[in-house]
């Protein structure tokens, strides 16, 4: 059975900084894609932003959003099967509830990035952890 656990959330000051970390277990994380979604209050789960991806092997690069990118960096701890996400700068709008999500990579592969990820991408999510940025 597939469970990932998010945390290292918080409440923060504008520019501040927060790192979460989700552990899986079930899966072998450098077997899959890994991705990082938010949801942002008054949102519904179908309107989850993925912001952020790291493949499973080393040929590609992480993605990042328009959004994160420059503020955001996402990795990974093959032994301790664990994802993290630190995240630098951050802003009011960054408030949100952090998932972590995983699967096999194909149907991104597949499609591509172009238009970013979708929750259908992902079979396995974690429950959860809240940010919330003050200014």
């Known amino acids: 059975q597939v469970q990932m656990a998010e945390s290292g959330g918080g409440s923060v000051q504008a520019g501040g900084s927060l790192r979460l970390s989700c552990a899986a277990s079930?899966?072998?994380?450098?077997?899959?894609?890994m991705a990082w979604f938010r949801q942002a209050p008054g949102k519904e789960r179908e309107e989850r932003e993925g912001?952020?991806?790291?493949?499973?092997?080393?040929?590609?690069?992480?993605w990042y959003a328009d959004s994160v990118k420059g503020r955001f960096t996402i990795s990974q701890d093959n032994a301790k099967n664990t994802l993290y996400l630190q995240m630098n700068n951050l802003k009011p709008e960054d408030t949100a509830m952090y998932y972590c999500?995983?699967?096999?990579?194909?149907?991104?592969?597949?499609?591509?990035?172009?238009?970013?990820?979708?929750?259908?991408?992902?079979?396995?999510w974690g429950q959860g952890t809240q940010v919330t940025v003050s200014s």
């Open positions: 079930g899966l072998s994380a450098s077997s899959y894609c």
């Open positions: 912001f952020s991806l790291l493949y499973s092997g080393v040929e590609e690069s992480p």
């Open positions: 999500a995983a699967d096999f990579c194909d149907r991104i592969r597949f499609r591509g990035l172009k238009y970013g990820m979708r929750i259908t991408d992902f079979a396995h």
